[in-house]
């Protein structure tokens, strides 16, 4: 059982292993609560998926606050050590043995630029898997016959976070195939709702996903919840 907490947009907070892992921290403060602040986080991880300011705009105050170490891309983990935060480069492909398990970065489709025009590297997402838990983080990406790697490189996964609002990633139907080609039945969704771009029909998502005998979660930002 793993408790996970959305703080909005593609922002989940969890823990495993005794350490904190923040996932894409662009974070609803408003919305998540008063106990979620730059300064109060305090994770051990921050895991970025890609350059946009979407998945990462309270990523230096949060670092600046903690002891955090990014792991992103090679482009994104430079650009982040010029403002004195540290980091662990990855590329695509590649894993990593780190102190709370495994971690690979696998491809996703999509583009990656930092807010200020630097070229952020590959857009990717992670696989992340310890004794206790083995799940997938798409961050934004296509549907993509490159998620049919997933089961055949990783342990079998308990489950996978995906985006469901369209127009910038995947939209819910792709996502019911995505969950096919990772082998995994247990969805969290993400990346919808946050602007008008990205609405998602929560009724029809959740249909799709029970026709399709797949479990999908929406969850609420400043909600924790188990899987
Ligand atoms: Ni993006
Ligand atoms: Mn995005």
């Keep these: 059982m793993t408790n996970i907490t959305f703080l909005g947009q593609s922002s989940f907070l969890m823990e495993t292993k005794g350490k904190t892992l923040l996932f894409d921290p662009m974070i609803?403060?408003?919305k998540a609560g008063p106990e979620y602040q730059?300064?109060?986080l305090q994770p051990d991880y921050m895991l970025i998926s890609h350059g946009h300011s979407d998945h990462l705009a309270d990523a230096e105050a949060i670092g600046k606050a903690s002891a955090s170490t990014i792991i992103s891309?090679?482009?994104?983990?430079?650009?982040?050590?010029?403002?004195?935060?540290k980091g662990h480069p990855m590329n695509i492909g590649g894993k990593f043995s780190f102190d709370f398990g495994q971690v690979k970065y696998v491809s996703a489709v999509h583009s990656?630029?930092?807010?200020?025009?630097?070229?952020?590297?590959?857009a990717g997402g992670f696989v992340i898997w310890n004794d206790d838990v083995s799940f997938y983080f798409a961050g934004d990406t296509a549907l993509t016959m490159d998620m049919k790697l997933?089961?055949?490189?990783?342990?079998?996964?308990?489950?996978?976070?995906?985006?469901l609002g369209d127009n910038f990633t995947m939209g819910y139907e792709d996502a019911v195939l995505a969950a096919d080609f990772i082998a995994c039945d247990?969805?969290?969704?993400?990346?919808y709702?946050?602007?008008?771009l990205i609405k998602l029909d929560h009724q029809k998502a959740l249909e799709t996903f029970e026709k399709a005998?797949?479990?999908l979660i929406l969850p609420e930002i400043g909600k924790t919840f188990s899987i």
């Design 112 to 122: 990656s630029v930092l807010p200020d025009g630097t070229y952020g590297g590959p």
């Design 28 to 30: 609803s403060f408003d």
């Design 193 to 196: 709702d946050t602007f008008d």
């Design 186 to 191: 247990h969805i969290i969704g993400c990346h």
């Design 38 to 40: 730059v300064n109060t």
């Design 150 to 163: 997933i089961p055949l490189t990783c342990p079998k996964l308990d489950f996978a976070i995906l985006p």
């Design 213 to 215: 005998g797949k479990k």
């Design 73 to 85: 891309s090679f482009e994104v983990v430079s650009w982040f050590s010029t403002k004195g935060l």
